[in-house]
């Protein structure tokens, strides 16, 4: 069975070194897993906090399948180490084929939305840049999966 990661959020991305650090870990974490970063064009500049949510949230779940495990970032999530999070990671690959991570953009996620999720993970106690954040969790995801290969990378 093939397993696949899908990390979701709202685009464009507009920062030349997240877009280079994107590709810098995809690649890195291509040998492990098929990973698949997705930014659809989200326009919202004109709308009120609650109709971005929304659009947001409508535009993300159209690349969202029944068969995604769906976790949401969120600051009220669970946080992990890094050798929980490998641990988790591992759980959940040997248990589901696709996961879909959701990172909100700079007003976060709906309600709504957190309530569809299977979990909230946080990355911080730190409110990061959603750019920012998918950055981190690339990262993280990476080094997951050197802790769960034994590969050096990761030093307690």
Known sequence: ????????????????FIKEGLEYYSKKIKPFIDLEIIAPKVKTEKLNK???????????????????YLIILDEKGK??????????????IENFSQIAFVIGGPDGISENFKKEAKELLSLSKFTLNHEIALLVLLEAIYRSFTIIKGIPYHRE
């Open 1 to 16: 069975m093939s397993h696949k990661i899908k990390v979701l959020i709202p685009g464009p991305i507009k920062f030349n």
């Open 50 to 68: 609650k109709l971005r949510l929304q659009k947001e949230e409508e535009i993300l779940k159209k690349y969202i399948s029944k068969k995604d």
């Open 79 to 92: 946080i992990f180490k890094s050798q929980e999070l490998a641990k988790y990671l591992k759980n959940l």
